[in-house]
């Protein structure tokens, strides 16, 4: 077997100043080591770390490492104690294995095709253009989290699934409470507890009448009205709050390094590419945990069975052994395939809705404003905590010359 592997005492729970788009530095620092450390995770359960890209995709794609919510006994950096945790509810299929979650993914998979998604183009460029008229007559500054970057993939994702547009606001906020890392316990429950609930009213209202949407179709199936619930709780979690931080950090990201907009402004056919290196470089949902089902073998290393594995996507996507020079923003960059939607039979079922998001906002904000910038000093624009699920900004000021 291999040598004793790097350890790693703590995981950061900061950007290193001045570094918003880096992973911290910690991460980094353990990715040069090798790339599996061991970790200990807080309370002392020992388990391990993996930041180099091609053992991350191995393991994303062994089904010796199991995505069960009832087996994640333990938080990368939080020490519960020694508590019991309940299996993923039905429908939530991102926590659970073959075969309960092909059940639940099978039937979703023919709505988010290449196919159908590019056929949504037309109505991103109209809400596109519709929020940009608006930032426009409003005038600068704004808050480009919410005048552009939250409204795009919230107005597609319930139009997709079929929530009447006012309804949207609440438990978008409800949402956003799930995944950025600063809700009390006590504000957590009560904002999931609203979202079941809103979305058990949903089903029913779908179920009595369906109209056109993925969720009235689901109906048609032997699902039940809990695991449609379910599956649209993890659509909406999903859908909403990955996208929107993209849309905000990646035009933070451009912002600062204006020479990018401009490549993209000169030559529109490079909006494909530059989707797929924000994508890579940003890493926006940033780390998942598995958990070994027996022992196995990974870069030389045994990991035991029961182990918790916390996968690091944003050290693998800037892995120097997979990507030339990694930590540049380079949006003519052919970077094929990059981890940023996972791999494996969990692989983001939404990519396509997300890139055809991108494809239309990014050259859409920076063709309607060539003066965008920043509107505040770039250390000043406040980031999301470290233990929220999915890198962000909380709001970006920008203005430009009316
Ligand atoms: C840029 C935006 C997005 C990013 C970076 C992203 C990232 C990811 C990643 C990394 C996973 C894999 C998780 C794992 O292996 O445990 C995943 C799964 C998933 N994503 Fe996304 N996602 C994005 C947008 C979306 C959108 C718009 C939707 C909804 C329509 C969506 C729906 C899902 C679902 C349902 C899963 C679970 C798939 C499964 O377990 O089979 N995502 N996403």
New binding site residues.
Partial sequence: MGESPHAVATLPTARQPGCPFDPPAELTDARRHGPISRYTFPGGKPGWLITGFDLVRSV?ADPRFS?RKELMRHHPTIDYGDIEVPPAPPGE??LMDEPL?SRY?KPLMGK?TVRRMRLLTERVEQITAGHLDAMEKAGPPADLVTAFAKPI?AIM?CELLGVPYEDRGSFQEQVEMFMNGETSDEDLIAAYTATQDYLAELVAAKRANPTDDVLSDLTDTDLTDEELKGIAL??LA??LD??AN?LALGTFALLRNPEQPAALRADPALADAAVEEL?RYLS??KT?MRTALEDAEVGGQIIEAGSPVILS?NTANRDPERFADPHVLDLRRQNGGHL???HG???????Q??RVEMRVAFPALFGRFPTLRLAVPPEAVALRPETADVHGVKSLPVTWDA
């Fill in positions: 994303l995505s299929f991102l979650h993914r988010f993939p994702i993890i659509l999903a859908g990955t996208t993209m994508l926006v949902a998942f996507f940023a939607f996972g039979v969990h692989q983001c079922l939404g990519q809705l997300a």
